[in-house]
Each structure stands twice: as C-alpha cells, then as structure tokens.
C-alpha cells in the first residue's frame, strides 16, 4: 500500500505484483489521502483524508471497499497508530485548549477515550506490543501511559519514540546542533513491570548507538523483531539506507548509490525492506533483502510515492 503525490494532491494505491493490473486506486483525487497504515492483522487499513481544510481517520476493509469514517467531534488529525491487536487506534489530533490531543478509539464500540492530559500538547510515538501501554511526548520529554489506566511514566528526554517489537527497547531521537542522532532506552519492558512498586532511582536516560560518529538520521524503524534498528543517514552525500544490530552495534550499508532513499518500511513476515528511491527522478517504489542485495522495482510512476506500508 502506498501513497501517490500527484501535484498538490495525494490519493491510497493497493499494490499486489501478482494481479493484473497491479495496482488499485482506493481513493481518488478531489482530496487528499494520505498516510496509509496496515492494521497488524492485515484485515483492515486506516488512512488520513484532508478535504475542505480538515484531516478526518478513514477505516477500510482489506479490498478498500467499505470505508468509515473516525469522528471525534470534528477534530483535526495529525496522526494515528494501530494498537497491536488491531482492535483499537491510538489517535493524535490537533491540539485545543483544556482538551487532550491523543485518544483511544476502539473499532468495535466506535469511542474515543482521551489518553492524556488536556493542559499539555502530546505528540504520539507508537504502542507497546501487548497493547497495554502507550509512548508520547511533550515538548522533549518520553512518558508511557496506560490508556485504560491512570499511570503516566517520565522516561527520558527525546522525541518520536518507537516501542521495540519485542518488547524490551525504546528507540528516540535528540537533536544536537542541527543533527538528529538515535538512542536505545533499554528494559522498557523492566520499567512496565516495576509499575507502582516503590524502586530506587537511577540516572539511566538511554544511550546514543551513534557515540562516536557523526550522523543525522531522517528516518528509523525496527526490524527483526527488535533486534536490529533500520535507518536512513541524511548527511551530505550519504542518504543511504543502514541496518545497525542492537547487542553487537555492527552497521550494515544496504544501499550505495548517489540518490536519495526514502520511506524505508520492514516486513517481519517477508524479511524484507520497501523502500521508495529517485533513480529515476520520480520517487519509485523497490523492494530488497535485509543484506541490500535483490534490489528491484516494485512500481514506478511518473508521480511520487512518498508513504509505504505492507
């Protein structure tokens, strides 16, 4: 699944390679649709719709052919995040006064449950894999929350933090000097279990896994269940797709070329790496193993493909 830029506008393609033809148009172009998201299940994709000035949450079955739309009182989204058991969304929307701005909704009851507090604007990191706990941040600072619960946690200072799939990291970003650098919180999943229990306090904020070099990381994401961070390297020059393991801090490059990749999504199922590149001066859609070998053109187009998902 992918989202095509088209001039000012952007509409949902479905992709299978092995039907003819190989893509369908989910939306069309009399607004924008943008940010698609598998749910874990794969029974259904949710995707952001902007039309007259408003960005509303649009669900979808798996064909694309039933569509509902996620209302909360007709507020503008910024974001969302699929709970892993694909039964609720956590949902960021525009900020309003003495209100929160992140919600649960639950698909079954059609609800919205607020998360966090109103007196302070949260922006959404992603869901624990048990889908009991929530990571957000506020101005720099990383909290967990329990949705369906009272408890929010102080973790450390950073920004965009992502929850391992194994349950164990947390992955963040700091900004230094203009260059965006990644950090490991280790034994988050230590910090859930000793939830309420009186502990001594340590001084443990994360660790940078780029100490001693110079980066600006664009983009990240998990890969192989947690072990290994997927990354892009944004430095003059260097816009190159790397795969770092966790325990080892051993750095594969996975592409060399001198044009820019984008937009890098893994597939635990296919051990594989989707990724947009402009080799060709349009932003086409390849595929290619977690090593960068068997590289090849998935779909290309005289337009953009600026967001994936499988």
């Given amino acids: 699944m992918a989202e095509q ?35 874990p299940n794969k029974e259904n994709f949710a995707f952001i719709k902007e039309r007259n000035n408003q960005k509303t949450l649009w669900i979808s079955n798996d064909q694309g052919t039933e569509l509902e739309i996620a209302n909360h009182k007709n ?28 919600f649960l909704y639950s698909l079954s009851l059609k609800s919205f449950l607020p998360i966090t507090r109103p007196d302070k604007e949260a922006k959404l990191g992603s869901w624990s894999p048990d889908s009991k706990w929530i990571v957000f941040n506020t101005e720099d600072s990383i909290y967990l929350s329990n949705p369906k619960g009272v408890n929010e946690i102080f973790i450390t200072k950073g920004n965009n933090p992502k929850w391992s799939p194994n349950g164990e990291y947390l992955v963040f970003s700091r900004v230094d000097k203009d260059l965006q ?9 230590q910090v859930v279990k000793k939830t309420g229990k009186e502990i001594d306090k340590n001084d443990y904020f994360g660790e940078n896994i780029h100490e001693n070099q110079k980066v600006n990381i664009s983009e990240y994401t998990w890969a192989f269940g947690g072990n290994k961070i997927l990354y892009i390297n944004n430095l003059p020059n260097d816009k190159e797709i790397y795969m770092m393991d966790i325990k080892s801090k051993k750095i594969e490059r996975l592409t060399n070329n001198k044009v820019d990749e984008s937009n890098i999504v893994w597939s635990e199922r296919y051990k ?39």
């Fill in 75 to 102: 507020r503008d989204i910024n974001r969302f995040e699929w709970a892993p058991n694909s039964k609720e969304i956590a949902i960021e929307f525009k900020p309003i006064d003495n209100e929160a701005n992140i």
């Fill in 5 to 39: 830029k088209i001039g000012d506008y952007s509409r949902i393609v479905l992709i299978n390679t092995t039907s003819n033809p190989s893509f369908k148009f989910i939306t069309d172009l009399e607004s924008k649709s943008i940010n698609p998201q598998w749910s």
């Fill in 181 to 189: 650098s990644i950090w490991i919180y280790k034994d988050i999943d």
């Fill in 272 to 310: 594989s790496i989707l990724f947009t590149s402009n080799a060709y001066n349009n932003s086409d859609i390849y595929q290619m193993k977690p090593n960068g070998s068997s590289q090849e053109i998935i779909l290309n187009s005289k337009d953009n493909f600026v967001f994936l998902d499988w």
